[in-house]
C-alpha cells in the first residue's frame, strides 16, 4: 500500500518550548515530566533541556498540565446536525449546512480531536478548506459515500419508493447503492476519482435505518474482496466495514476489511480472524450507549437499539479480554460533536486501562489511517497536534469528556484552542 495522503493543515513557523508538562506520549507508556521542543511545528526533542539549549522564540509554561497527543476519532459524521430535526435540514440552503458542518468541525478540534475520518457525508472540499486554513478543524480522511446493495444500508429509497430526507441536500450522495461486481468496481472508482481516502462498505444492516436490521447482509465477502483489490490496484486505501451483526461481520473481515465498524456481535471464531489478520475494532460505543430518543425514533428502531446495546457491550468487552487492537471512534452525528473523547471512558468500562484508551484514541487510530509516521504520538519527528488539558486522564479517564478541560489544542504546532493563553506570543 502506497503511503496514506497526510491531510495538510497551517504550520506554525519557529520554535515552542512547552515546559514541565506530563506528558502521556500516546505510545501506552507511563505518564513522564518532560519538555517538549516544537520547531517548525514537528516535535523535536521529549525530555530535559539541557543548559546549552538555544533559547525558543515562545515558552509555555505547562507545569501542573498533561499533554497528550492531539487524538484520532476514525469515524465521525460532521455532515450530520447533532440536533436539528431533517424536515427543517431540507429547507435550508447549501451554505448553511457548509458553515454548520465548519462548526461542527470547530467543536471537534475544541473537544482535542486533531485528526479524524468522516466515513460518509463529507466532502473533500472540507479537507481541502482545513489544509487551506479557511476554516478551524481537523486533518480528514473522506469516505465521501458508503456502499451497499439495494435494499441495504447505504440506499435511500423506502418501501413505498420516497427517498430519505437527506438526499435533497446533500451535494455528492453519501450512499453508493452497488447490486453486481461491475458496479461496485465502478462506484470505488468514482470515489477514488472524488478523492476519498477510505472506501467504506456496508456488510450489514442498522440498528437506526427503519428498513434494515444488524442481522441483514450486506456487500458479500467476495465482493469486500474485489473492491479490496481494486483499492490496492489504485494506490491502496483501508477498508471500513459497517459490519453489526455476526454474520456480516465474519464476510467483512474475511474479505480483508481493515477495519469492522460498530461490530456489536463477537464470536470466537470472529475474534480469531481479527487477530489473525490484524483487523481493528472502531466499538463506537458512545453512540451505541446513546438512549434512543422516542421522539425521534419510530417504536421498532427504539427496541432494536435496546437489544442492541446489551450485544454490542458484550461484543466490545469480548473482543478487548481477547486483546482485538481497538481504535477510538464515536459515530459522531449520531453523538453529540464535541464530546468525543467520552469514548474513552466507555473504553475503559470495556476492560481497557486509562493509558490503553489513549493509546486506542491516539496512537491506533493514527496507525488505521496509515499516518503513524506523522501522527499519533508526542514523539520525536511527529507532527505537534498536541493536547494540554488540566484533568490527570490517568487517574480519570471520564474527565477528558468535558471539553472544558482540554485547555489548548495545537495543529502542526499552531495554537486552534488557547482558554488559558499559553501561546499568546504566537
Ligand atoms: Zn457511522
Not at 521542543?37 to 525530555?47: C, H, Q
Request: net charge negative.
Amino acid at each position: 500500500m502506497t503511503p496514506a495522503r497526510l491531510p495538510d493543515a497551517p504550520t506554525q513557523p519557529g520554535s515552542t518550548r512547552i515546559v514541565g508538562a506530563t506528558v502521556v506520549d500516546g505510545t501506552g507508556a507511563p505518564p513522564r515530566i518532560a519538555d517538549v521542543e516544537i520547531r517548525d511545528g514537528v516535535v523535536v526533542s521529549v525530555g530535559p533541556t539541557s543548559a546549552a539549549a538555544t533559547r525558543p522564540d515562545r515558552t509555555v509554561d505547562a507545569r501542573g498540565l498533561h499533554v497528550l497527543p492531539g487524538f484520532v476519532d476514525v469515524h465521525v459524521h460532521l455532515t450530520m446536525p447533532n440536533d436539528s430535526r431533517s424536515e427543517s435540514q431540507a429547507t435550508k440552503f447549501a451554505e448553511e449546512h457548509a458553515f454548520a458542518t465548519a462548526e461542527s468541525m470547530r467543536q471537534t478540534v475544541a473537544a482535542g480531536v486533531t485528526a479524524a475520518r468522516d466515513l460518509a457525508g463529507l466532502t473533500p472540499g472540507y479537507r481541502n478548506a482545513v489544509a487551506a486554513g479557511h476554516i478551524v478543524g481537523p486533518r480528514m480522511h473522506v469516505a465521501i459515500a458508503l456502499l451497499s446493495p439495494t435494499g441495504g444500508h447505504a440506499d435511500p429509497v423506502r418501501a413505498n419508493g420516497s427517498l430519505a430526507d437527506y438526499v435533497a441536500y446533500e451535494p455528492i450522495p453519501s450512499g453508493a447503492v452497488v447490486d453486481s461486481d461491475a458496479e461496485a468496481i465502478r462506484a470505488v472508482r468514482t470515489l477514488l476519482r472524488t478523492g476519498a481516502d477510505v472506501i467504506k462498505v456496508c456488510t450489514t444492516g442498522g440498528i437506526s435505518t427503519p428498513e434494515d436490521s444488524p442481522d441483514d447482509l450486506g456487500i458479500s465477502e467476495d465482493q469486500v474482496r474485489l473492491i479490496a483489490r481494486e483499492v490496492a490496484r489504485r494506490g491502496g486505501r483501508p477498508i471500513a466495514a459497517h459490519a453489526q451483526g455476526l454474520a456480516g461481520a465474519l464476510e467483512a473481515v474475511r474479505g480483508g476489511a481493515t477495519s469492522l465498524e460498530h461490530g456489536y456481535e463477537m464470536s470466537d471464531e470472529l475474534i480469531r480472524e481479527m487477530l489473525r489478520r490484524g483487523t481493528v475494532l472502531v466499538p463506537t460505543l458512545s453512540t451505541l450507549n446513546l438512549a434512543p430518543d422516542p421522539s425521534r425514533k419510530p417504536p421498532a428502531v427504539i427496541a432494536k437499539k435496546l437489544e442492541w446495546q446489551h450485544r454490542g457491550r458484550d461484543a466490545a468487552s469480548r473482543a478487548v479480554a481477547a486483546g482485538v487492537p481497538v481504535a477510538m471512534g464515536t459515530d459522531a452525528g449520531i453523538h453529540p460533536h464535541g464530546a468525543n473523547l467520552a469514548e474513552l471512558g466507555h473504553l475503559v468500562a470495556a476492560g481497557l486501562s486509562p493509558l490503553e484508551a489513549i493509546r486506542a484514541g491516539t496512537q491506533t487510530g493514527a496507525r488505521l489511517l496509515g499516518l503513524d509516521a506523522h501522527l499519533g504520538t508526542v514523539t520525536t519527528g511527529r507532527i505537534a497536534d498536541l493536547v494540554l488539558t488540566d484533568a490527570d486522564p490517568v487517574a480519570d479517564i471520564t474527565s477528558l469528556a468535558d471539553p472544558e478541560r482540554v485547555r489548548a489544542v495545537t495543529i502542526g504546532g499552531r495554537k486552534v484552542k488557547d482558554l488559558d493563553g499559553f501561546f499568546t506570543s504566537q
